[in-house]
């Protein structure tokens, strides 16, 4: 392809035509044929309901990525039931072990409720059981008869003692055995007379021993009384409390509960007592040294899952996921100067509530605790959710909860930038073990009738929601002329929706101070370039750097091995082109070409490649007859960072040649490029940037009418530039050439002809030409001074 000069008309923002949207249609993000791959493989995620086949969605930032996938999956969960409720309820055996369990959707809150009910109605129940006539009275009979045969062991044992001269009293002390007198009156044992004490101190023992026995009987019958009466209460109780228990085991029914109100109904009736003490008053010890607690706290339902409002399954998004965040924690409650915990207190976390659902994550959150990452494969792992008091400091408190895990049916969905995804994530085994599926959102769309037709729906929709305001078609070309530029193709747009959507906020804004109720195409003009005036500041002082002749660039006259080479800066926020002089000094030698800058450790490999590339090329055309007979220094003057990449090879081989030749290159055009060893032109990046960056210097030196640019031809689609750039070029004062090889550029820089041959036969007066016999001279004073030894003809 020969040299060819591009028209403004081929630079400007492209023209789309754009088709009104129906007033009907809701356009959605997973619309674009850039998000399509992306939706299929969420669809296709989602369906399979083995493990692992978790999904991550990448694309770019302000792509939409997240606000289409939230979209996608809750539509997705909207025809799906509700998953169940779950509640931790108290393991009576082992109350630090809590057991979770499943229950209907809305079951949950039914069986909190049912509880606080049971126990509330069972204070009054039990009072008034225990208070009924018929128990009273049996409880007084049995209390009676156990007194009646105390009273009768009691008496026995006074006889037994009577008999044998003494006698048995009780006090508050206890029982004690005194002596008698003859009208039986308890006399003290030294005023008995001698023969009456030595026969009181002989029986004494006896009557003791006697005494012992009795005691130990009344305490059986103590006892037995004891349970009697507890018998009783437990018979009154249950007659109560069966019915009630009975009743909730009909109407809850999920599986395991059935035990447990086996285990509640025995508890119950084993701590009766408890419930006569006042509701706020902890009464059932909890032995080993725990706080006792309150008959409210034992019996309570944790519920830790409610979805009684919901009809599907949840989407979460957790933005910040730490341990607590993912899994849940224990609470501790100040009790007695102290934090005690308990069952009621462990509240559950975004792997819960998401449970039977979707979780969604942000990947570079997730980079961000890469702790909770690690706990999160094991959860998928073993398939359950275990709660760990990890961030709790100090000795593990006694009969701290461990409750059991809970079983994990999760669809987890990570959500990040292509960065996160190759240098984080698929690094690690695991991760391709339980995400296998990835959902990949290209950068960029074809500019097509079916894409330009949704980016109009939603910028529409947008400007409308977030300013209240209207947009025009000429607004919404110039939104999409900008997307393209984004894009860096011209005939495609941008995938990046939410970034060109701010872009028309602000112009919403800008039409709205101005008394406008639509958004028209200026407006957006004026919020592109005001955006770009809040971010350029090093971009004005890099230029007036170049003004005031601190950095050394021109624009005007012809200069030997001197070459204005393009590149491009990026901040993030902004990206500008600001040229960089390289120059090439030759001399005799056999070094070949000497990269300053990779001798002194300021460049990349790409670029210390793009030199060697350099001499490859140099070799097959000057060094098929001697060796390549020459030293040459190149760099970049005034680099004093680093550098990097390919895209300068060409301004580089230009001025080694020129260098060479000893052929003035002109000033007044900048070049850009990357090339082959073959002397090919290639794509470059940050085309438009680089043309703008030179443009401004040209602008600000004074325009002379032959200025420009040669960039490659593939790049011609890669360019649309600024509205005044593109005046310019209409107006004959800037120029773009493009090219497919070195010796295109040459010529266009030289203004002489190059005269590369296949063959080597190079015309004298062409620039290779003049390379050729400067390298044959070199190579004869090289021969001359026995450089070569070992070379002969």
């Not at 190759?422 to 690690?428: A, Q």
């Not at 220094?633 to 580089?652: H, K, M, P, R």
């Amino acid at each position: 392809m020969p040299i060819s000069r591009l028209e403004a008309d081929d630079c400007s923002f492209p023209h789309f035509r754009i088709r009104s949207p129906q007033k009907d249609s809701s356009p959605e993000i997973f619309d674009f044929t850039s998000h399509y791959r992306a939706a299929e493989a969420l669809k296709f995620g989602l369906s399979m309901s083995e493990p692992g086949f978790n999904v991550f969605v990448l694309g770019l930032d302000r792509a939409g990525r997240m606000t289409a996938t939230m979209d996608y999956l809750k539509k997705a969960m909207a025809d799906r039931p509700a998953p169940s409720d779950w509640v931790y309820l108290n393991n009576f055996s082992r109350s630090n072990r809590p057991r979770p369990y499943s229950l209907e959707p809305g079951n949950g809150r039914k069986l909190t409720d049912a509880m606080e009910t049971l126990i509330s109605h069972l204070r009054e129940a039990f009072a008034s059981a225990f208070n009924a006539p018929a128990h009273l009275t049996e409880t007084q009979a049995q209390t009676e008869d156990a007194r009646h045969q105390v009273r009768d062991k009691f008496e026995i044992l006074r006889n037994f003692a009577r008999e044998r001269g003494l006698d048995v009293q009780e006090n508050e002390k206890g029982v004690m055995i005194v002596a008698i007198d003859d009208e039986g009156e308890p006399v003290a044992m030294d005023k008995l007379p001698k023969e009456r004490r030595d026969t009181a101190d002989a029986v004494f023992e006896e009557v003791a021993e006697e005494a012992r026995k009795t005691l130990l009987a009344t305490r059986d019958l103590e006892d037995q009384i004891g349970e009697t009466l507890d018998g009783l209460r437990r018979s009154a109780a249950s007659v109560v409390l069966k019915p009630r228990i009975e009743k909730l085991r009909e109407q809850f029914t999920a599986p395991g509960l059935k035990a447990w109100f086996d285990a509640l109904e025995a508890d119950i009736l084993d701590n009766i007592d408890a419930f006569e003490e006042p509701d706020d008053q902890p009464a059932i010890d909890l032995g080993d040294g725990k706080m006792p607690e309150t008959v409210e706290d034992r019996y309570a339902v944790n519920l830790l899952i409610d979805h009684s409002r919901d009809d599907h399954p949840d989407v979460v998004l957790e933005p910040s996921p730490n341990y607590d965040n993912l899994f849940g924690q224990i609470q501790y409650r100040p009790m007695a100067g102290g934090m005690h915990p308990h069952f009621s207190l462990i509240k559950p976390g975004a792997l819960h509530r998401a449970n039977g659902g979707v979780l969604v994550l942000r990947a570079e959150s997730l980079v961000e605790h890469e702790e909770s990452w690690n706990y999160l494969k094991a959860a998928l792992r073993d398939g359950e959710i275990r709660i760990e008091e990890r961030q709790k400091a100090g000795p593990p408190t006694a009969g701290a909860p461990e409750p059991r895990a809970i079983p994990l049916d999760v669809k987890i969905v990570i959500v990040g930038a292509p960065k996160y995804y190759y240098s984080f994530f698929s690094l690690d085994v695991d991760f391709r073990n339980h995400f296998r599926v990835k959902a990949d959102i290209d950068p960029d769309m074809p500019a097509v009738a079916g894409n330009i037709k949704t980016y109009t729906g939603l910028l529409t929709q947008s400007v409308q929601d977030r300013a209240g305001i209207s947009i025009d078609t000429g607004a919404i070309r110039q939104l999409l002329g900008q997307a393209s530029r984004w894009a860096g193709e011209r005939d495609k747009l941008s995938a990046q929706i939410e970034r060109v959507e701010d872009v028309a906020i602000e112009a919403g804004a800008l039409a709205k101070s101005g008394g406008r109720t639509t958004i028209r195409a200026a407006d957006v003009k004026r919020a592109i370039e005001e955006r770009r005036h809040r971010n350029s500041r090093l971009e004005d002082r890099s230029h007036e750097r170049v003004q005031r002749r601190e950095v050394l660039i021109d624009s005007f006259g012809s200069v030997v091995g001197q070459v204005n080479a393009l590149t491009v800066l990026d901040y993030g926020d902004h990206a500008f082109g600001l040229p960089a002089r390289v120059t090439a000094r030759s001399y005799v030698g056999n070094l070949g070409v000497l990269n300053i800058e990779r001798m002194v450790d300021l460049s990349g490999p790409l670029q210390q490649k793009s030199v060697m590339t350099i001499e490859g090329f140099l070799k097959s055309r000057f060094a098929q007859e001697f060796p390549l007979s020459f030293a040459c220094s190149v760099t970049f003057e005034q680099n004093y960072g680093g550098i990097e990449g390919d895209s300068a090879s060409l301004a580089e081989l230009c001025a080694i040649i020129s260098a060479i030749a000893n052929v003035p290159i002109k000033q007044n055009i900048g070049v850009t490029g990357s090339m082959n060893q073959f002397g090919e032109a290639q794509v470059v990046g940050g085309i438009s940037h680089k043309i703008e960056g030179f443009y401004r210097i040209c602008a600000d030196q004074g325009f002379t009418g032959d200025q420009g640019v040669i960039v490659p031809a593939a790049n011609a689609e890669n360019i649309i530039l600024r509205e005044e750039v593109v005046h310019a070029i209409r107006q004959g004062k800037f120029n773009i050439w493009t090219i497919d090889n070195i010796s295109d550029a040459i010529e266009i820089l030289t203004g002489k002809p190059c005269g590369d041959n296949p063959e080597g036969n190079y015309p004298e007066d062409s620039v290779f030409g003049r390379a050729l016999e400067r390298l044959r001279r070199n190579d004869v004073l090289l021969r001359e001074r026995h450089a070569y030894p070992g070379w002969s003809e």
